[in-house]
């Protein structure tokens, strides 16, 4: 298994742009993170979905963030427009089962809003 | 609100010495602690915990959960330099639904 795929792995963007970025979970996996990474936040859960329905999006910052799940195997998050202070690694993580198991990360994307 | 708190933030030590990170958490419905180590790029697992008392041990790395002081900790002995990085721990609770909710993480440097 090839893991959780993000992709772009660097995207350096202007301010006001639109920035979409991309995860393909593990195959079989029923469950889907969206993460922020700073330094001075750490690690930030965004939002999550079960089965493709999105559970919890009360991490979600602003309303220029948004999260689509429109498959098993696909989901996106999207900024719109991008800000400086949007500037971070994004990880997409995945898992399975109710509870009991790990969550697998993806390699993330780091963001970059100039 | 979940809450995971680390300590300390950050934390150097030589090699060849034995470190403890602490992990606190405020949760709803506990149903697991995970811990993480994260390098460079993504944060790869270490432990999950459910139970009090159970020591899990991973060659140098050992961890131990107290759900009645609502804490763990996470040693590592005999340390290297490929010990560096951040831990960070991570709380299930509240629903069912496999939600993780992490700690800010502790960075730690071993120096040759």
């Known amino acids: 298994d090839a893991g959780v795929i993000q992709s772009p792995r660097h995207e350096v963007t202007e301010m006001g742009q639109e920035v979409t970025l991309r995860c393909k979970p593990i195959?079989?996996?029923?469950?889907l993170f969206w993460y922020r990474q700073t330094m001075m936040r750490g690690l930030e859960l965004l939002i999550y979905?079960?089965?493709?329905?999105?559970?919890?999006d009360s991490g979600m910052p602003e309303d220029r963030f948004s999260a689509k799940m429109p498959n098993a195997s696909f989901s996106t998050l999207k900024i719109q427009p991008s800000e400086p202070r949007d500037s971070a690694v994004y990880f997409c993580?995945?898992?399975f089962g109710a509870g009991s198991t790990e969550a697998f990360f993806g390699q993330g994307t780091r963001l970059t809003v100039v | 609100e979940d809450k995971v708190v680390q300590s300390p933030l950050s934390l150097v030590v030589h090699e060849g010495d034995t470190v403890t990170l602490n992990c606190s958490y405020e949760?709803?419905?506990?149903?697991?602690l995970l811990w993480y180590k994260q390098e460079k790029k993504a944060p790869t697992f270490l432990f999950m915990l459910?139970?009090?008392?159970i020591e899990k041990k991973s060659g140098r790395l050992s961890s131990i959960l107290d759900k009645k002081e609502l804490f763990s900790i996470l040693n590592i002995t005999a340390t290297q330099t490929g010990d560096s990085a951040i831990y960070l721990c991570?709380?299930?609770?509240?629903?069912?639904?496999?939600?993780?909710?992490f700690g800010t993480g502790t960075r730690l440097l071993v120096s040759p």
């Open positions: 459910t139970s009090s008392g």
């Open positions: 979905f079960n089965n493709n329905v999105p559970i919890d």
């Open positions: 991570a709380n299930r609770g509240n629903t069912g639904f496999q939600k993780l909710v």
């Open positions: 949760v709803t419905n506990f149903r697991s």
């Open positions: 195959s079989g996996h029923n469950s």
């Open positions: 993580a995945s898992s």
